[in-house]
């Protein structure tokens, strides 16, 4: 898809024919240096757990994260439901506050759900005051969503009650554990999407216009009106 141009989020090159390492990626959020000696210690460690991994389910895994998701969504759930909104109205309203100007198109990709979904949404919120469109410049077939204030302070509320449980579990396990979280939870995303989700959550906040650069590196076309 061929976007308008701003500078957030960055380009994103056509990784689809590159061995990308897990310790050669920028962790979301942040961007721990590599060093040759972390390289190493991560390569033993994955040489140690294919050796000793008999493919059963790690059902311990799969189960907190379950339980962890469930009560992570619960907080916003109550308040959306404030408003008569659900959980995707929650991710319209938070990825256009974090990057203002986003495209339909760009917006698609991200959420990874049919037209018809998205457009019922973002007409309700369009309707009900909380997200604004307006024609591209670059290229008036586009539509650039933002927050309105309204918007802003509903997905800024969000945000707080999630931040709260986050910041909360961060004290519990110690700073020094804020990185491993972090790449574990990037090393569950597929390995041809963790530098796209990266760069977007690094270019968060950063209004402006794109001109190209999918946000996963394949042409989709444009923005389709709500």
Not at 94 to 99: G, Q, Y
């Amino acid at each position: 898809m061929t976007q308008a141009a701003r500078t957030r989020p960055a380009p994103i090159p056509d990784v689809a024919n590159e061995a990308i390492a897990i310790e050669n990626l920028p962790a979301a959020g942040y961007s721990p240096a590599q060093g040759a000696q972390e390289a190493v210690l991560q390569e033993t460690v994955l040489q140690e757990t294919a050796a000793t991994d008999d493919g059963q389910p790690h059902y311990d895994l799969i189960e907190l994260l379950f339980f962890a998701y469930r009560d992570f969504v619960a907080d916003p759930d109550r308040i959306l439901a404030e408003y008569g909104f659900g959980r995707a109205h929650h991710r319209v309203l938070h990825f256009v506050d974090r990057h203002p100007g986003l495209t339909i198109a760009e917006l698609l990709d991200i959420l990874r759900i049919t037209k018809q979904s998205l457009n019922r949404v973002l007409k309700e919120l369009i309707e009900q005051g909380y997200i604004a469109q307006r024609t591209g410049t670059s290229d008036r077939r586009h539509r650039l969503l933002t927050c309105t204030p309204e918007g802003r302070r509903l997905a800024q509320r969000l945000a707080g009650v999630q931040g709260r449980r986050v910041r909360r579990a961060l004290a519990e396990m110690g700073p020094a554990l804020r990185e491993p979280a972090g790449r574990f939870l990037l090393a569950m995303i597929e390995p041809e999407e963790r530098a796209a989700v990266s760069r977007l959550i690094a270019g968060g906040d950063q209004p402006a216009e794109i001109t190209t650069g999918p946000l996963a590196g394949t042409p989709t076309g444009n923005g389709v009106r709500p």
